[in-house]
């Protein structure tokens, strides 16, 4: 592969995932006290705010999978910010946890 990211980039991106995981963090112990039947809509509609923010920055991500559930521990919704999709930054929610990658367009796309 020849599309890598730059260590400052990916440095970037581990700032990112820390900066999302605590505002993940942050939202689920605001509303433990609603109990887990709100847990999930609750997790959805912050996980939407989160992509509007930062689509407001500038990274423009588009949802690329999701896998709802009313346990909100099983729910998943993957995003990426390049035009090919499922490349670039790549963002995978997996609860109110989420993991942020890369994947170079070269990846799937030659």
Do not use: P
Request: proline share 0%; aromatic share 12%.
């Amino acid at each position: 592969m020849k599309d890598i990211v730059s260590i400052n980039k990916y440095l970037d991106i581990l700032s990112l995932q820390n900066k999302l995981n605590n505002q993940l963090l942050v939202c689920f112990t605001r509303n433990l006290d609603k109990g887990r039947e709100k847990l999930a809509d609750i997790l959805i509609v912050k996980i939407d705010s989160l992509i509007e923010q930062l689509d407001k920055e500038g990274f423009h991500f588009i949802q690329s999978d999701y896998s709802g559930d009313i346990n909100y521990e099983n729910s998943e919704q993957t995003f990426s910010n390049d035009k090919k999709m499922g490349t670039g930054i790549c963002l995978h929610f997996h609860g109110f946890t989420v993991q942020v990658y890369w994947v170079g367009n070269d990846k799937f796309y030659k």
